[in-house]
Every structure is written in structure tokens, then in C-alpha cells.
């Protein structure tokens, strides 16, 4: 599965699929300048750091740290 | 998640309130039954808001946002404390603490409830919808609430003019009613811009609650009009009032679960 849809597929739990897509889409361009399609594994780490803003937001910063280390070991296993 | 359960529970005590209500009304019961039933509503709103507050750290944004909420409960619940009619009996200015203690409980609401609304953005969600179809809602929601609790806002006007600092107190009141219930559509537009995701629970019980609160001020604003006797009006009102109360109590329980199940590793 590309890259995109596993940390897509790992938001989506939380954030919903509106939601999901639209973060990894407007935080890839924004973070690595990159199409979603285009993103790599060196990516990732800028990407979760991207999405570490909302989270904090939505659901506090210890919980948002760990779900942000649960995506980077799927999506980098 | 049983999304049941949250719903459930609201609508089983209002259900258990109206029969109550009906089985004990004309009893020397009655009264007693509805002081300890709201009682115990708002205190169960305070603990469950309290327990959102308790899942997030200092510094974290929605932790003020509970916090304040809760202490919109726990200054009413202040307030009840000095109806006791032991209080007459002391030298305390008791209208004025009354007053103050809710225009105290109505900043925290509408504090709490802008934090809680603007969450989104603070975020930086994308809501659903267009632009337009957004300030629509946000403009019926104004209207509505308008309706519902401006009249009360010229009355308790009235009374102020008349020299009477009770209306200080009512007029605060219905302010803040109004613009908390306001924000009733940013917290609809949050939860359905998180729909399908955990974390858009909370959401959609703080709107069951704000709808609540709603119908609590448009029951005790036109019913009366609509020539309903003066139990209907208090029974109506009540059953909304532990809406408003027991769902803010769910929010709060399942912004605490959500929160603690999104911490866990999954697999």
C-alpha cells in the first residue's frame, strides 16, 4: 500500500475520512512540497511532525505523541 | 464505542424524570423529587466535564475549554446551595451572590463553549459544506436563538429599568444563553467534519447538549403562550434540562474515553 494511504488509513480512526485525506494532502504539499502520491519514507517523519498541531488540539500532547509513534511504526515497518 | 450508551443514558433519566414527575406531582414529594433530580443532573454535567478536563494535561487547549464548561455547572450548583432557606436568616447580601454567582456561571459557559466552538479552526479542520452553506446554518442558529431567548433579554431590560437589579442578573443570563447557544453550529460542523472518525463523539453530545439547553429556553419562552398550564411548562422545561445536563455528562465521558483510547498503541 503507498505511503499515503497507510498514514491516511491511520487518521482515519480519529480525524474521519474527510478529514484524513484532506490533512495528508494539505500537509504534504505544505511540509515536503510533494502530491501525496509522491511522498516517500524520509517523508514521513516531516509529515508527523506537520500533523503533531492538530492533534495536540484534539486530543492533548501526550496522547497525540503516541498516536503520531503508532502511525510512524506502521507505516515505517 | 457503544454510541448507545452515551445517548442511552440522557434519554433513560429524562424518560425516568417525566414519569416521576407525573407519579408524585400534587404530592408533598414533588418538590423534593425535583430539587434532588436537578441537583443531581448538574452535578453529574459538572463530574463528567470535569473528567474530560482531567484526560488532557496543563497547556492543552480542550482542557480549559472543559474546565470552563464544568464551572458553569459548579457556580449553579453554588447558586442552589444559598436557595437553602437557612441562608435568609444570616446578614448576607443573598440576591446579590445569587446574581453574582450566576453571571459567573454563564461567562464560564459562554468562555468554555467559544473555546470548545473554535476547536476546529484551531485545529485547522476542514469543515464539510461550502462557505455559504455555513454561514447559512451559522445564521439560522442565530435567528433561532434570537427567537428563542431575545425576549427575555428585553424583558429582564424592562425590569432593570424599573430599578430592580434582578433583571441585571436575568439580563446576564439571557445574554449568555444566547451566545452560547450560538455556537450550537460550529460545534454541529465539527462533529460532522469529523464524522466517521472516534474523536467526533464528544462532539456530537455537546450538540445534543447545547440543543438541549435550547429547547429548555424556548419551552419556558413560549409555552406559556401557547396557553400550556403551568406543570406542563415546568415538566417540559425539566425533561430539557436533564438533556442539556446528562449530555454534557456523555460529552464529557466520551471525550475522556476517546482521549484514552487513542493513546493506546493499536496492535
Redesign the interface.
Known sequence: MPIHEDMQKALESYLGHHNAINAIKTFSQRTVGKAPEALTREDVPHLLDALRPMLNTLVGQDTARRILDDIRRKVLA | MRIGLWVGVPLLWAALLVLGDLWLFGTPAHPVFLRIEIELAKTLSAAGMFAAAL???R?????RAWILSAMCMVFLLLRDVFLIPWFEKLALPIDTIRGMLVVLANASLVWGTFLLAR?WK?????L?GTRASRHLVFAAAVVWTLLIAGPAIVSNFQTLLRGDPEGLVGMASSIGDVAALILIAPLLFTAL????????LPWWLLTASMVGWLFYDATLEMLPYLGASPHAVRLTSEFFRALGCLFGMSAGLAQTR???A??????
Open positions: 484526560s488532557f494535561r497547556g492543552d487547549y480542550l482542557r476547536a484551531v485545529a485547522g479542520l476542514e464539510p467534519a469529523l464524522r466517521g472518525g472516534s474523536l467526533s476517546v482521549v484514552r487513542a493513546g493506546r498503541p493499536s496492535g
